[in-house]
Structures are given as structure tokens and as C-alpha cells.
């Protein structure tokens, strides 16, 4: 396997591999990253649909790519995913998955389309005293300290923010700002996550730092992302004949381990209540999503709150098995052993009649049922004791949703903090008292929002305690290779796989290490794109710094003698050249 850059390797297609006929492939898992790597071994890989089979724990696709209808419940919507034009691998894949909505163009033209005609932004990113503007006006606050602090963060070596928190890194000058309250709501970093991820995220989207305050930098689908994205790629599966087996869990893969290599022998697992072995051979290529944002998720509803479920099972407990067998497999404990430090609630609200919306639009500037972009990603409350954050997408945000209703979506990054209009922890709360806060910080007057939140809307609650698991500071070595030194047969995907300067809680985080597990397995000989450069971008770098400053230009701050004078004569030497002309058009000088 190896990366590429340009369209020169994005538009072919490789040769068949060597061999591909007398293969097979088991894939752990149905989440995003599991499907993508069932994609790419069709069409990159020219492996017969046949020959895979796609194991789920679950009765039906999608991992935390969800948006369901209950019967019993309502909507419901455990997260979002928001995306932005340099997700390379991501649209490698989906520019050939056909649409499942209009015959003849792929989900990326459909997605392209969508976007290009209506473009995201937010008119109103947060509030405060109860649904009156915050006037942060696009402004990050950042005091000089502050500033600096995220220019020695971005220049930092990974190895010497091994295991260090944000906290550690951050002071309360930076913590404090407009930046931080962008920056956290949007990606749920929290003051003790990792401080390496958040390096790698500020490197990885700094080409977006303009779009932080209005979040123009992001996209969305059309629907929630199981209707717009999971559904098609289950559909092209299934057009080629690939195997879905689903309620089977798989508890543990047996490696065996000798002079260096590494081949997978037996898949363990559990189907219609028996225990079932899978024999393998080093012709059958096994893919494992080891860990899970999502995994023991509850729900709760209009009367009851969500249990929280801090358990080890499923995925997690299979990574466990399996990291018993070789230090190479990672340490699943550095993830998911700390379930206070990696939990939030998020819930679901469906507006039932005409009372909402009017609070909804007069903070979004746009009419919600219009069928464009709302809220234009989240709106955060910015007093809020939770820091509550809520989104409207472009309804309808289901298929089936009725057009008088609207799909709401809640998350409190402090689930554990009591609110302030219901004087309980967003995790105690049931589903009509999540509602009354949030009615509350939209600004209905105190004597209507309980009857509005019982008889207008109906909630559904959603504890997830992993969530953030991946943001948990680490090593290294603390998450697999994708496909690990010596293997065989074999190779891990998904979130807590290991792959080289992306960064986790991204749907292209999922597609890229299913795309390298499949390139490198089946060795195709096609290039797998690199991660955009922009870090390494001078044009970026200097647009970005502006920006970061709210426009102030570095070239205007005063500097002591004699920093002044070598700025002076550096001017100086620079004119008439296209370095003036470079630092012009960017606003430094």
C-alpha cells in the first residue's frame, strides 16, 4: 500500500489482483468503516460478492451512522456527521456508489448538487439569556498568551504528547475564549482529552479556521447519514451478492502467532443463541472493527431518562480478547475504562404541532420547513450548565418524517452538571425535561414550557458512555496498526485503528483505514490518497493566522528593540518581490 496525491491515481482503476479469485472475506462488524472496506474489495479489490460476509451484532447496519424510526419511541438520531470537501477517501468511494434516489448519478454527485446549490452556514453559532444572540461575531478572543499556546501546540512532535491532556497544554487565557467554546461544542473535546488529538485535529482542518465561527466549512447529507450514506453502500452490497449475516457477535479472533507473522485462525462467535467457530485460512482476509463510539447506548423516552450502561461487551470486550494475545493488538483499557471522562447524552426532539417552530426560526433567520439549510449546524448555548448545543438540519431529516414536523437534535457535552432551568443532570433527565431546557434557553416563556414539552414534542433520550473514547490521551502503541507488522490475513479498522495523521471522530477517519486495509491485504496497486496538505500549505498557514487574530495583522503588532529594526530591514528586502505580494494578499503586512 501506498498514498498518492492528484487525479492522475484518483481517476484509475487497478488491475485485478493476483489471486483475488481464490480469497474470501470476513468483516466484523457493519458499521462505516466495515462497509467501506466491503466496497472497496468489490470494486478495487474485484473480489466476488459471494466470497463476502459481513458479521453484525446488531439486527441491521450502520454502526454509530444512524437515524432510525421506532415504532414504539419516535426518531431518533444519536449524532451527526459533518463533513467538508477534502475528504478524500470518503469521496474516493462514494463517487461510485449509485444513488438510491435518482437513477444514474452516484451519492457524491447527488451530495455535490445538494451542497453547491445550498450551501451551509450558520447565522446565529451561539446564544445566550435564553435565545438572545451572543455576539461572539465571528471573533476567537484569543489574547496573545492564548495564541501562542496553539501556535507551540501545532508545532509540537506527536511523541511529546504521548499520554498529555489539553489541560496540560492549555491554559485558562485559551479555555476561556470564543475559540474554545467553538472549538469543543463543535468537535466535543473536553479539558482532559487528548492533547495529541487535538494537535492532529488543528493541523489536519486549519484550512478551515475561517469557517470555525459560522461553520461554512462544513457539509451535510440531504438526510439523516443511514438514509444518505449507509443505505446505498448496503444496497450496492447487495446488488454484488455480499453476505450479511446479522445478530452474530463476534466474541474473539484466534491469532496464530509464530517467528514474526501473524495469521488469523478462527472466528468466534455467536449466532441464534450458539456458539459458532469460523476456520480460516491464510486465503481468508479477516477485518476487524475493534472498539466503538456507540457501543452500550440506551435510550430513554418522554417519561424515562436513559440507564447508563458502563459495562464491557461487545466489541470492546471482543478488543480485549484480543489484545491478550499480542502487545501489537493495543490496550482497549486506555479507551474504555474511564466511562465518566468519555460520556455524553444526546436526545431527539420531533415537534408535534405549530407552537416551536417560531422559537426555532427566530434564532436560525430561516424558516425550518423551507427544506434548505436551518441552523446551519449547531447553535450553542453558551450559559447553558450542560453547554447545550442543538441543530437543525434540512428537514425532512427522514424520509418518512411527516411536513408539518420537524427533527430536532440536543446534546449536552456536561451531562453530569445540574441544568438551569431543571435542576437535574442532563443524565437523570427524562425525555419532557431535556425538552423544557431546551425551551427554556430558546426563550418560551416559563409558564408554557411544560405544557409545550409534553403536548408539542416528543423526546427521545440517548446515554452514549463511549463516545468519546478515542479522544482519551494515548500512545502510540495503544491502538493497532490497521494492519499490524507480521500480519497475514488480517488487518483492524475503524476508529480505534491506528493509521498516520488523520484524525479520529470523521467519517473519512472510517473509509480511509478500510480503504489501506484493502489496498494493503490484497495488495492493489492503486495509490491511496494522502491526507490534505494544508498544514504544509505557506498560503494556509498564513490565511489562518490572520484569521486566529480576528484580522489583526502580525506584520502591525509592535515588537520590542531591536525586533522592530530586523523588521523594518526585512521589509525592506522583501519588496518588489512575490514574497510582499504573497504577505499582502493574506493580510500579514
Not at 443505505?231 to 496464530?256: C, R, S, W
Not at 435510550?299 to 459495562?311: C, Y
Not at 447553535?379 to 418524517?401: A, E, G, I, Y
Request: aromatic share 12%; glycine share 6%; with cysteine.
Amino acid at each position: 500500500m501506498y498514498y498518492s496525491n492528484g487525479n492522475y491515481e484518483a481517476f484509475a482503476r487497478p488491475l485485478k489482483p493476483v489471486d483475488v479469485d481464490k480469497k474470501s472475506a470476513y468483516l466484523v462488524g457493519a458499521g462505516l468503516a466495515s462497509l467501506a472496506a466491503a466496497c472497496f474489495l468489490v470494486r478495487d479489490g474485484q473480489m466476488k460478492g459471494d466470497h463476502i460476509h459481513i458479521l453484525e451484532e446488531l439486527s441491521l447496519p450502520g454502526g454509530a451512522c444512524d437515524g432510525i424510526k421506532d415504532n414504539q419511541k419516535g426518531f431518533i438520531i444519536r449524532g451527526g456527521r459533518e463533513m467538508e470537501n477534502h475528504f478524500e477517501c470518503l469521496w474516493d468511494l462514494f463517487r461510485s456508489i449509485p444513488s438510491i434516489e435518482t437513477e444514474g448519478v452516484s451519492v457524491l454527485d447527488e451530495y455535490y448538487w445538494l451542497n453547491k446549490k445550498d450551501p451551509n452556514y450558520s447565522l446565529q453559532r451561539a446564544t445566550i439569556d435564553r435565545g438572545e444572540d451572543a455576539h461572539t461575531d465571528g471573533k476567537f478572543g484569543l489574547s496573545e498568551k492564548a495564541s501562542k499556546e496553539l501556535v507551540k501546540l501545532f508545532m509540537t512532535r506527536d511523541e511529546d504528547l504521548f499520554d498529555k491532556k489539553i489541560e496540560d497544554v492549555f491554559s485558562e487565557d485559551l479555555l476561556n475564549s470564543n475559540f474554545w467554546m467553538y472549538w469543543r461544542t463543535m468537535f466535543a473535546f473536553r479539558d482532559w482529552h487528548s492533547a495529541l488529538e487535538m494537535k492532529l485535529y488543528l493541523q489536519r482542518f486549519i484550512h478551515h479556521i475561517g469557517g470555525l465561527p459560522d461553520l461554512s466549512a462544513l457539509k451535510f447529507t440531504k438526510y439523516n447519514q443511514y438514509e444518505s450514506l449507509i443505505l446505498p453502500m448496503v444496497k450496492y452490497l447487495e446488488a454484488h451478492g455480499v453476505n450479511f449475516q446479522y445478530d452474530t457477535e463476534v466474541t474473539n479472533v484466534i491469532f496464530d502467532i509464530k517467528g514474526g507473522k501473524k495469521l488469523a485462525k478462527k472466528i468466534v462467535c455467536k449466532h441464534a443463541g450458539k456458539e459458532e467457530i469460523i476456520e480460516l485460512t491464510k486465503n481468508d482476509l479477516v477485518f476487524i472493527t475493534n472498539g466503538s463510539c456507540t457501543e452500550n447506548s440506551t435510550l430513554g423516552d418522554q417519561n424515562h431518562a436513559p440507564e447508563f450502561d458502563d459495562s464491557i461487551r461487545g466489541c470492546w470486550q471482543l478488543w480485549k480478547n484480543i489484545a491478550k494475545q499480542d502487545p501489537a493488538f493495543g490496550r482497549p483499557e486506555k479507551f474504555c475504562s474511564n466511562t465518566k471522562e468519555t460520556n455524553w447524552e444526546s436526545a431527539t426532539v420531533t415537534t408535534l404541532d405549530n407552537r416551536i417552530p417560531p422559537y426555532i426560526e427566530k434564532i436560525c433567520k430561516r424558516d425550518p420547513f423551507s427544506g434548505m439549510v436551518v441552523s446551519g449546524g449547531i447553535v450553542t448555548v453558551k450559559d447553558s450548565n450542560w453547554l447545550m448545543s442543538w441543530t437543525v438540519n434540512r428537514q425532512p431529516h427522514f424520509k418518512s418524517q411527516p411536513k408539518d414536523q420537524l427533527c430536532v437534535w440536543v446534546y449536552g457535552l456536561f451531562s453530569e452538571v445540574p441544568g438551569n432551568y431543571i435542576k437535574k443532570p442532563m443524565k437523570e433527565c427524562t425525555g419532557i425535561e431535556i425538552t423544557e431546557e431546551w425551551l427554556y434557553h430558546l426563550g418560551v416563556p416559563e409558564a408554557e414550557i411544560h405544557d409545550m414539552a409534553t403536548k408539542s414534542a416528543n423526546c427521545i433520550p440517548c446515554m452514549m458512555p463511549y463516545i468519546t473514547a478515542f479522544f482519551m490521551p494515548r500512545r502510540l502503541e495503544d491502538r493497532p496498526k490497521v494492519v499490524p507488522d507480521g500480519s497475514e490475513n488480517f488487518a483492524f479498522l475503524g476508529q480505534f485503528a491506528h493509521t498516520d495523521r488523520d484524525t479520529v471522530f470523521t467519517t473519512e477517519y472510517s473509509v480511509r483505514t478500510a480503504m489501506e486495509a484493502v489496498y494493503t491485504l490484497l495488495d492493489v496497486d492503486r495509490g491511496v490518497p494522502e491526507v490534505f496538505g494544508s498544514c504544509y500549505d505557506v498560503r494556509v498557514l498564513l490565511d489562518s493566522t490572520v484569521k486566529m487574530m480576528d484580522g489583526k495583522k502580525p506584520g502591525d503588532t509592535k515588537l520590542p528593540f531591536p525586533l522592530n529594526l530586523v523588521k523594518k530591514k526585512g521589509l525592506k528586502k522583501i519588496q518588489g518581490t512575490v514574497i510582499e505580494d504573497v504577505l499582502k494578499r493574506y493580510n500579514i503586512i
